[in-house]
């Protein structure tokens, strides 16, 4: 009933930055109103656990950011084109992962708990080279 894509991803050097979209579709007939879910993206590099990186609620803007993220990524949403954003600068060959963009209603308790989630993308690559 919902769809969420993601795109933005590449590669790019140390340093550079990419802006990663986040597309919800979906209509009010079929439940979905943009206001009252949360946003969150989440990473998977190769071997490892996939990690929260970034929560939006969308109806108060409040946001989540991992301690790792050191201040250098930005999320934002533009409820207009039912997207949410990842900005991410001075990357680094550790940021390298699949990242995934995941709704679930603003009434999550944990918004980094996959489990809160009941919408999913596919996931876009990001490949930082040194």
């Known amino acids: 009933e919902v769809q969420i894509v993601e795109s933005g991803g590449g590669l790019v050097r140390a340093g550079g930055s990419l802006r990663l979209s986040c597309t919800a579709s979906?209509?009010?007939?079929?439940?979905?109103?943009?206001?009252?879910?949360?946003f969150t993206w989440f990473r998977q590099a190769p071997g490892k656990d996939r990690k929260g990186v970034s929560c939006i609620t969308v109806s108060d803007g409040t946001t989540y950011y991992a301690d790792f993220m050191e201040g250098r990524f930005t999320i934002s949403s533009d409820n207009a084109k039912n997207t949410v954003y990842l900005q991410m600068n001075s990357l680094k060959p550790e940021d390298t992962a699949v990242y995934y963009c995941?709704?679930?209603?603003?009434?999550?308790?944990?918004?980094?708990?996959?489990?809160?989630?009941?919408?999913w993308g596919q996931g876009t690559q990001v490949t930082v080279s040194s």
């Open positions: 979906g209509s009010t007939a079929s439940g979905f109103i943009f206001d009252d879910y949360a």
């Open positions: 995941a709704a679930g209603l603003s009434s999550i308790l944990n918004p980094f708990d996959e489990y809160e989630y009941n919408y």
